[in-house]
C-alpha cells in the first residue's frame, strides 16, 4: 500500500514537471517577437534644423512647480 502513494506521488510530481515545463516553453515562443519578413533598410537619424529651440515654447511651471514642454520638429 505505501509503495503505491510513493509511486503516485512521483507520478503526479512528474506529471505535473512535464506539463509546466510545456507551458513554459510554449508561452516563451508565443511571447517572441516574430521574426523579420526581410532586410530593412534604415537611414540615418536627421539632424534638428539650426535655431530649433527658439522654435519650441518657454515652459512655465504649473501650481506644483513641475514645468514640462512637448515640441514637435518636423524634418525633411
Same mark, same amino acid.
Given at each position: 500500500? *505505501? *509503495? /503505491? +502513494? =510513493? /509511486? =503516485? #506521488? +512521483?507520478?503526479?510530481?512528474? !506529471?505535473?514537471? +512535464?506539463?509546466? !515545463?510545456?507551458?513554459?516553453? &510554449?508561452? /516563451?515562443? $508565443?511571447?517572441?517577437? #516574430?521574426? $523579420?519578413?526581410? &532586410?530593412?533598410? $534604415?537611414?540615418? @537619424?536627421? $539632424?534638428?534644423?539650426?535655431?530649433? *529651440?527658439?522654435?519650441?515654447?518657454?515652459?512655465?511651471?504649473?501650481?506644483?512647480?513641475?514645468?514640462?514642454?512637448?515640441?514637435?520638429? /518636423? @524634418? *525633411?
Amino acid at each position: 500500500m *505505501r *509503495r /503505491r +502513494v =510513493w /509511486r =503516485w #506521488a +512521483v507520478a503526479m510530481w512528474l !506529471g505535473a514537471v +512535464v506539463v509546466g !515545463g510545456g507551458l513554459t516553453l &510554449w508561452l /516563451r515562443e $508565443s511571447e517572441e517577437p #516574430a521574426p $523579420s519578413a526581410g &532586410w530593412e533598410r $534604415s537611414s540615418p @537619424t536627421p $539632424s534638428l534644423p539650426e535655431g530649433w *529651440r527658439s522654435q519650441c515654447p518657454t515652459p512655465t511651471p504649473d501650481a506644483d512647480g513641475h514645468a514640462a514642454v512637448l515640441c514637435f520638429i /518636423r @524634418t *525633411r
